[in-house]
Every structure is written in C-alpha cells, then in structure tokens.
C-alpha cells in the first residue's frame, strides 16, 4: 500500500516565480495538512484540509494557498516567491483532523528559490 | 512562538546504552505528544506518542515519559542501535488541527 507521495522532490524557481506542489494521501485518509521544514528548524503548520474544507491556517502570508479535490488529494500553491520559502514542504494525511491523531509524512518536495 | 522545546541540538551515545532525548513545552492545553524520527531525504516517521492522561507508554526500546507538572517528556531508547541514528522531532496537540513541532535533536549512536 502506497505510502503519501508528493511531488515534485526538487525543485529551483527565482524570486516572484509561483509554484505549485502536489501530495497524495494514503487511501482511506481524508485529512491533508501541509508543513514548513525550514533548515535547522522543526516542521511548521500551513494549512489543514478535510473532506475539501479548510480546517485550519498557520501564521503564513496569503501568498500561500491549498486547496483538497474530491479524491482527497492536495495542493500547495505560493505565489511571489521570496527567498526565504527556500524550504522543504511536508504533505501529511490522517484518518481525522483534530483529537489524538498520527499524522503520516511524505518525503516533501524540497524548493530553492534563487 | 516556541510552544515547544528542544534544547539539545545533538545527543551522541555509545552502541547498547541509552539515549535520552528531551523536550518541554509552554502550552498547558496541549493533550497529546508524538516522537517522529527523521533520516535524511525521508519524510518524519511516528515513532510513539502519549496522552495527557498518562504519565508512561512503552513500545519496545522505546518509553516516553511525561510530567504534566514540568511541562516535560523525554524519549528514552534501551538499548541504543545504530539504527537509532536520526533526527528526533517532539510534537504536540491540543486536539486542534495544527500539531507543534521541536526543532529536533539529531541523536548518534556510535559501534
């Protein structure tokens, strides 16, 4: 059974460039939520989706947008790319969205922007 | 905002002791604490978690230890593997959809 997949792995844009990732959940799973790993730090919360709904945002500018389709997968757009969304962007899926709940990663798609 | 902590960067131990990985936090609404492991070029794997209503769970090599009052858990892993070598992430809910993240501690367990 396939794991999250995300895609792409790599990728290199310059400032003001937009961008567009993509994730899979495992099946079954109904909730994505979508993370920040910058170098050194720990992963930071963008957004949720549930069942297409967002169900919650993190401290990000509007710049960053998702959305969730009706197979439950995701994506993560950002638009005017600055430097520093250089990071490693994690996809993560769960049974549920809130409560006592495992979030399952994918291996992320990495982004330079130059 | 740093709700949660880990202030150790780096932990080192030898094969067959144990690693202790530590973590605090500021939130007393949190009620649910994770352990991921991470290698590199994968994505974080959950390794064990805990409720609040408990003060101990056990997984193998693996216990997590929590103290409400100090606002404290700890990861220890007996005996250490080589295997083990990773980078450790402590995270934690308050039952919302937004789970808190450390900044890791990258544990090395030598031969």
């Known amino acids: 059974d396939a794991g999250v997949t995300q895609s792409p792995t790599h990728l290199i844009k310059t400032r003001g460039q937009q961008v567009t990732l993509r994730c899979s959940p495992i099946s079954g799973h109904k909730s994505v939520s979508w993370y920040q790993q910058v170098l050194g730090q720990g992963p930071q919360f963008i957004f949720q989706?549930?069942?297409?709904?967002?169900?919650g945002r993190g401290n990000f500018p509007d710049r960053f947008s998702a959305r969730q389709f009706p197979n439950y997968s995701s994506e993560l757009n950002v638009n005017a790319l600055l430097l520093g969304d250089s990071a490693l962007y994690l996809c993560a899926s769960s049974l549920w969205y809130s409560g006592a709940n495992v979030l399952t990663f994918g291996a992320g798609s990495r982004l330079t922007v130059l | 905002d740093q709700q949660v902590k880990q202030n150790s960067p780096s932990l080192s131990v030898q094969e067959g002791r144990i690693s202790i990985l530590n973590c605090d936090y500021t939130?007393?609404?949190?009620?649910?604490f994770l352990w991921y492991k991470k290698y590199p070029a994968e994505g974080p794997t959950f390794l064990i978690s805990?409720?609040?209503?408990?003060d101990k769970n056990e997984d193998g090599r693996f216990t997590v230890f929590l103290n409400k009052s100090a606002k404290h858990l700890s990861l220890h892993i007996v005996p250490s593997q080589p295997g083990d070598s990773a980078v450790y992430f402590c995270a934690a809910s308050d039952g919302n959809n937004d789970m808190r993240f450390g900044a890791g501690t990258r544990l090395t367990v030598k031969p």
């Open positions: 805990i409720s609040s209503i408990k």
């Open positions: 989706y549930y069942e297409k709904e967002e169900r």
């Open positions: 939130n007393s609404m949190f009620d649910y």
